[in-house]
């Protein structure tokens, strides 16, 4: 309650004109001061939902939701986070309640923090419980309608992030008083939460559906329905339907849920792809592209889809709901600077993981496949021999979107820095490092652990992340400006096609149109099957695909039960260039000679890890609460 007032205290003073502030606090304490001068005013209520959006990223102003330093992504098997490895506590195996690391940190993982969420809540419950009483002008009624329908989403969201970080979580519609008693307090069943947050989106989409043109930025009945969609969605998972702890109503819905909530989550989707909350669809071509693409074809689609990342501005046809950021003020984002090669004076931080990369597929749709002969661990060619077949080397020939997501050695990227363009005079990423036909180091490569230029930032895999980057942005000197889509209509599509593949029957071809459609924005051809298990397997690998580093990765991994089969320890790609032409990449988990260290030692340590515990204050504070499994009490 106390940083509630801290915020309505900030917007009072800046509202309030210097000549009036004497005679006011002689009058009144400063919190009455606060309430009344918030809830005066409805422009001022305005003012105040609009620091609940920026609080949707924790108590930070370095990033807002899943666009921060340390992604959400790093806490999978998809990237490394170079700089705070340790923090990702579920890879660990030391997520416990006295540590949460990455998922409490204060300016990583702040938004997905137990206080943090619940800070927000408050100031949405304060909100709500004072809005009907603001006095209106001629004219501002439909603008304080419009703010409760917005408040409803906000709450839902917070809400529905909580469910899916700890199950059945305390559910409070009015604010909690200061010196309130808490010990009275409990947790609701997973399923009450679900009602919960489905009732708030309901109010929400009420409202906002008479607001087609609000203001972009702000929350709209698009956003509440996609919202829907993803909630139900993980609720209709194996995870929360007996495959943990199936008597515990605190993370499993009642048996025989399953059917239901599939439904459920379809049926939401497919109102978002019939139209029902504003006109969406993705950006480019949803034919089945002719094969074998063209080179020029191939950048096309790669192109198409890193731009939906790098928007500024209006949003596309595919945004249903981001996140604007500024360069200066407010939540900030600095990506290029987070994520950028070293050689450019970035920080180099979220690298993708060797075999992240290896998934994704060759152009013409087929698997890529490492091993030519030389083991999974080891790939030569000559240059003779990659002149003849460029496919030696294993980054030609893969699909579109490989090109918008990942940095590898030899790919394209801006002009470097005065200080860096002498070792780099081609403006490609040296990932990698040159060598004398000797074998013997030439120079380390500029993006390097042992380049020369803020080596300490440079890739751990081999890797740098390039979706999400500006390229118009040097990261060195400038925040990024470009948007943080929190959901887009892909995501709507791929929720759809699940939960259609996981009904099956009569549901399963309409779940594969709408996979093949996400597959063929993205250059990939028509996947073709009556076979409910594969299908599932290739709705997996596009959803880990078409959303990397997105952070969903996290949150479908848990739903699937997934972890298990995919935490393994991190190694570098090490990339040879020789003198002539030659290449060697040398994948250095388990090569003779090379004793690289790892680049991160990972361990998955039960399924309990598959939710997050209670934070340890937060049980102090309420010790009736009840725990998560596997957790203590």
Known sequence: MKKVLYYIVVLAILILPFTSCDDVLDKQSVDSFNEQVVFSDINVVKAYVGRV??????????????????????????????????????????????????????NYGGYLRWIYLYENIQNINTILANIDNVPLTAGQDELAKRLKGECYYLRAYEYATLLMLHGGVILTSTPFELGGDFT?????????????????????????????????????????AALKSRVLLFCASDLTNGGFEASNTLVSFPAGSQTSLLQQARDAAKDIMDGDYGAYSLVGTTDD??????????????????????QKGKWNSETIWAIQTALTGGNYITTN???????????????PTEPAVRSFEMADGTPFEWDNGDGIYLRKATAAEL????LLSPYNGREPRFYAIVFYHGAPWQARPSDAAAFDPFNKVQSGSFYNLDGSLKIAGVDTRQGLIEAWNGTKTGYYLKKLMDPATQGQYFN?????????????????????????????????????????????????????????????????????????????????????????????????????????????????????????????????????????????KAPQLTQNPGYGE
């Open 53 to 106: 959006y920026d609080r949707l990223g924790g108590n930070t102003n370095a990033g807002i939701l899943g666009m921060r330093e340390d992604l959400l992504s790093s806490a999978t098997d998809q990237t490394l986070c170079i700089h705070r490895p340790s923090n990702y506590v579920n890879l660990k195996g030391t997520q416990s309640p006295d540590q949460l690391g990455f998922f409490v940190n204060n």
């Open 184 to 224: 009275t307090v409990n947790r609701s069943s997973i399923a009450q939460t679900l009602d919960f947050v489905l009732a708030d989106i309901q109010s929400a989409i009420d409202i906002l559906k008479d607001y087609p043109t609000i203001e972009q930025g702000r929350a709209n009945m698009g956003a509440a």
């Open 289 to 310: 592209p002719a094969l074998p693409l063209t080179d020029a074809q191939v950048q096309a689609y790669s192109d198409n889809y890193f731009n939906i990342f790098a």
């Open 337 to 351: 600077r987070w994520n950028g090669p070293c050689g450019y004076h970035n920080w180099g931080n979220n690298n």
């Open 387 to 390: 002149a003849a077949d460029p």
């Open 480 to 620: 990024n400006t470009n948007h943080w889509v929190e959901f887009r209509y892909a995501e709507t599509l791929l929720n759809y096609a699940e939960a259609c593949i996981e009904l099956g029957g009569a549901d399963l071809q309409p779940g594969l149109d709408a996979l093949n459609m996400v597959r063929n924005r993205a250059g990939l051809p028509d996947r073709v099957t009556t076979d409910q298990e594969q299908a599932r397997e290739w709705l997996r690998h596009e959803r880990a695909i078409e959303f990397f580093a997105e952070g969903h990765r996290y949150w479908d991994l848990r739903r699937w039960m997934e972890f298990g089969n995919v935490v393994e320890d991190v190694y570098e790609m090490k990339v040879k260039e020789y003198t002539n032409g030659d290449f060697e990449w040398v994948y250095a988990a388990d090569v003779a000679g090379d004793n690289f260290a790892r680049a991160d030692a990972r361990e998955w340590a039960g399924d309990h890890f598959y939710w997050l515990p209670i934070p340890r204050d937060e049980m102090n």
